[in-house]
């Protein structure tokens, strides 16, 4: 799970790493909505999309627009 996630991030510019780590953050903090199937977060230039199990959060997909 970790190699899968380090992949993604060299998979885009390094100027986008904080903005898709603040998304991680901001989904894992947030613990009013849990999405029972897909989700999705979009930041300025970056989005993801996960789903939650439990006190879980699997991250599906990342992307940055370029």
């Known amino acids: 799970m970790i190699q899968r996630a380090a992949d993604v991030l060299f998979d885009v510019p390094d100027t986008m790493h904080q903005e898709i780590i603040m998304l991680i953050d901001a989904v ?38 370029r």
């Open 28 to 65: 894992t903090d947030d613990a009013e909505t849990r999405a029972p199937e897909l989700a999705a977060a979009f930041g300025e230039w970056c989005w993801l999309v996960y789903t939650v199990h439990g006190d879980v959060v699997e991250v599906l997909d990342v992307g940055c627009a």
